[in-house]
Each structure stands twice: as C-alpha cells, then as structure tokens.
C-alpha cells in the first residue's frame, strides 16, 4: 500500500457540489463516500505560495520565511521572486526518508529547484521555467534517470503549451491545460510502478489557472471531468489516499485596486514613466497581442521584440508588478501593495512614526466598502508579526489584508476608481479549500469535518507510523478507522530536521515573474 496525496489546486467543495450532484464526478464521489473530510482553511494569503509549503511542512509561513511567491524590498526598491532555496524547513517526505521510507513528489508548486531525496522530485509549475514561454527540457527532476524516464516515455511537460493568460485563453489553451491533467497522472501512474515509493505526492495546478479565468464555466467543468476520470487510475487499488487543496475559488464580484486606494489617500505617489504614457495612448499589452493576431505575427513578435520592452507595456487595468516599483515616487510614498493582501510601508520600523501610520491603515482599509452595496471590503488587516509567529515572523509583509467575501485585491495603478465590479479573474482565491481522507486507514463520515492546512503533514506522518516534528503548528487529525492501527498507536514527536539548501538559485527571477504574471498572479 501506498500513501497518496493529490493536491488540487484551489478546490473547494461550493464549486464541486453541483457536479457532484449530477453524478460528473464519480470517482471523487466514492472517496467521499468511503472517507472523512470536509473544509481546511489555507493561511493567509491564500495563495499557491505560500500554502504548497504549509501543506508540507505543517507550518505557518514565520517558520518559513516566505510569505508569497514574491516580497517588495522597499529599502531597495526592489521586487524579489522566491524559489525552493529560500524556505527554511524540511518538508514531509524528509521526515518519511529519515524514517527509512521512500517518498515521491510530482508537480508540487515552490519545489524548482528539485532537491535530491530518497525518491524522486518532479519540480511543478508555475515557479520551474526556463524562458518566458518555454517549458524546462531538462532539469526538472531528481534523480536524472527518472527525468529522462518522464521525458522519454510520458512526453512529459511541466507547464502547457500554448501558455494560458489574460490575453490567450481559447480553446487551444483550454485544451493544453486537459492534456497536462492527463500526462500528470500518467506520470503518477508510472512512476507508482517503476520507483514503487511509500508515500507520493501530484499536484494538479493548471486547472486552477482555467478557474481563475472561467470560474465554474464550461472549460473548468471539463477539466473537473478530466480530473475525475484520471482519478479511477488511483482509486480501488487498496491505497491510503488525501485529496487537497491549498486554498479555495470564489466567484469575483467585486475587484479593489488597493494601490489605487492609498494613492488616492495619499499613502502612495506616482510619477510619469513609459508605462503611463502608453496606458494614455491607449497602447496596452491586450490591444497590442489583438493587432499582432489579426496580422498573424503574435509568435514573431514575441521573439524578436526584446522582453524588457513587452515588459512596459501596461495592462488595460493599469500598471501592475514590478512595473508598479518603476513608476512610484518613493520620496512621497507611505506604503504599496501586492495583489491579494501584503502592504509593504517605505518607512523604518524604528520610525517613531512608524506604528501610527500603521494603526491609521487598519482602521482606514477596514472601513472600506463598496460605494453602491454598502459591502465591506477588506475583513481585516493584521500586522504581519502578529498573524505568523515564529523565528521569521519579523521579516514578514509590514500589512496584511483578508480579503472580503467575493473580493479580489489587485495591485494595479492606473484606474481611477479604486472599486470595480469586474477585472481579469471570474474566480478568485479564497482561504477554505478541501481535504479527504479515504482509504483502509480512515473512517467513513463524509464531509464532516474542519481543519487547518497544517494539521496534513502530521496527519500524514502519524498515518504511516513517522513521528511528528516538535515545532509543527498543525496536529494529528482524528479520523482515522477505529480499529486501525493509527488509531491504536499514540502520537509520537521528533526533533525537527534541518530545513537548509543549496541557495544558488535556480531560475531567472524576470521569467517566473512572467510566468505568474501570465496566469494573473501579478496583478
């Protein structure tokens, strides 16, 4: 028996529930009837970075140091991309080789570089990249045989091809994304059989990118559809099984450019740049690829015209990203933001102003509503320190926004009203996702229950009879079968494993920020 886990990137059970219903998802169907779960809550922001790393270590990202794909370094002015180097934890499958166990990992986000395990690491998308539209060829996956396993008998592809973004979503980018659920569990498939490891792990990510573009639309039906049959590769074969994901998907009704709100509040000042004087001309990166297509030369453009120019184009909501840093007036700048939650101020901490302005962007941000519903914006704003705890809870985002219900926080510079009631996602992140339990291992109740993402690993570890490291934040679920042998065994714990890497960093900062940007992460 093998213990498998299959990460679904940013499931949930309100998206799922009606195709379930219509019998469209019978495989998923039967664990839930034969297993116990029900909603986990991601940490915040509930984003692919950082909760793929929650889930695997079974901390809160201050015992990580990594917050988001990505930090704002205001101290100079800088944008910063993480890789796998940069997480300072071990992870579950360290705890399991420790253990003598052998363990798998296939396509799990923030894993590129892959580290050499006892076993094998598939890196996964959208942080493993070798240029802005090409898929590494090599380099991938530990050890190098099941690399060229993967290469040579799979076809595999670590990220589709065509690339899905805001400007090239049809059906050949629709269909790039089916054929890379089918060649995920393929390779899941194979690999169980070549390498037979105690533990696996396959994330299915790119489906949540359709998620974010259609919501619960024909194409994210299909793939669920996908998913589910490829599903019936796994189910029946007397495994201990996790389904997962790192965040939930909410319908957006509602888009707050939050950069726009404390330019307008005087916390942020921009000065005229390329990108401002294009957004004026009407010369933005859509109308542009729309011209490029119509003529037929889109791929020969986007070759020859060097990326740093592509890169300047704004987007018809705004300036977003790194080009945000590019345009600000940082002598008369307070505090920016990133999509989706962290405030960064550009003031000391040991200002003597620095707490005041921080209490006076709590209590503004929290009084934001929609100026026609009366809906509130923000849930609330905690200071970074606060809200994670551990060795590296300081170096955290100086802010850091829930966003309200339906709402996505975008980055962008430009609109002029900082409240829109539609924007690049249909479907934005949400902190509930879903985990099942299923197996000969764990009781059948349904969706009963409620955890948080960091009680998987250790629930994880307990099942296959591994101790459980002192300084997780997350504890052993109970849902394990009562006459199992889990359930008949206390919890034992464990001095941590050093969590150090490698730092020579793996991949070029300017291609995963576009990879990102491509799939709307850097809005």
């Known amino acids: ?186 390779a899941a498939e194979r690999l169980l059989e070549r390498e037979d490891p105690d533990f696996l792990h396959l994330t299915v990510f790119y489906s949540m990118a359709l998620q974010h573009y259609f919501y619960d639309g024909e194409p994210v039906r299909r793939t669920w559809e996908r998913i589910d049959e490829n599903l019936g590769r796994l189910v029946d074969e007397g495994h201990d099984i996790l389904v997962m994901s790192d965040h939930g998907t909410w319908p957006v009704d509602t888009v707050f450019y939050v950069n726009a709100w404390l330019e307008q509040n005087g916390y942020l000042a921009t000065e005229g740049g390329v990108d401002s004087t294009l957004r004026q001309l009407g010369v933005t990166k859509e109308r542009a690829l729309a011209v490029a297509k119509t003529l037929g030369m889109a791929e020969t453009l986007g070759s020859v015209v060097p990326e740093q120019i592509q890169r300047m184009l704004p987007w018809d909501e705004g300036v977003k990203r790194d080009r945000v840093l590019s345009i600000l007036d940082w002598e008369e700048t307070t505090a920016v933001a990133s999509n989706q939650g962290p405030i960064y101020l550009n003031v000391p901490r040991d200002h003597p102003d620095y707490e005041s302005i921080r209490d006076d962007l709590i209590r503004e941000l929290e009084a934001v509503e929609h100026p026609q519903t009366g809906q509130s914006l923000v849930k609330a704003v905690y200071r970074g320190e606060e809200y994670y705890h551990g060795p590296y809870a300081d170096n955290a985002p100086d802010l850091l926004l829930d966003q309200g219900t339906n709402v996505h926080v975008s980055d962008a510079v430009g ?96 291609e995963v920020e576009q990879r990102l940007a491509d799939l709307g992460y850097l809005e």
């Not at 790039?176 to 995920?184: F, H, I, P, S, Y």
Request: glycine fraction near 8%.
């Open 1 to 186: 028996m093998t213990t498998i886990t299959i990460g679904l990137d940013g499931a949930n059970w309100d998206l799922l529930d009606d195709w379930l219903e219509e019998g469209r998802l019978p495989n998923l169907q039967k664990l839930i009837d034969d297993g116990v779960g029900g909603v986990s809550e991601s940490c915040l922001p509930p984003l692919t970075v950082p909760n793929w790393k929650c889930y695997a270590t079974g901390k809160n990202p201050g015992k990580l140091d990594v917050f988001r794909f990505d930090r704002i370094d205001t101290a100079n002015r800088d944008h910063v991309f993480h890789d796998a180097t940069d997480f300072k934890s071990a992870e579950l499958w360290d705890y399991l080789n420790d253990d003598g166990k052998r363990a798998g990992v296939i396509n799990k986000p923030s894993t590129y570089p892959p580290k050499d395990i006892d076993g094998f690491v598939v890196a996964g998308g959208p942080d493993a990249s070798e240029t802005t539209y090409r898929s590494l060829e090599t380099g991938f996956a530990t050890p190098p045989d099941v690399e060229a396993f993967l290469r040579e008998e799979v076809d595999y592809q670590v990220h589709p091809s065509p690339m899905i973004s805001p400007t090239q979503k049809g059906e050949e980018e629709i269909e790039a994304v089916l054929d890379l659920v089918d060649v995920r569990f393929e």
């Open 415 to 510: 609109p002029e009203d900082p409240v829109a009631d539609s924007g690049v996602w249909a479907g934005g992140n949400m902190p509930e996702g879903i985990f099942l339990f299923s197996g000969p291992s764990f009781r059948s109740d349904g969706l009963t229950e409620e955890a948080s993402i960091l009680d998987l690993a250790p629930t994880l570890l307990h099942s296959m009879g591994s101790a459980v490291p002192d300084d997780v934040d997350g504890e052993v679920l109970d849902v394990f079968a009562p006459d199992s042998e889990p359930a008949n065994r206390a919890v034992e714990t464990r001095r941590p494993l050093s969590g150090a890497r490698d730092t020579d960093r793996g991949n070029d900062e300017e």
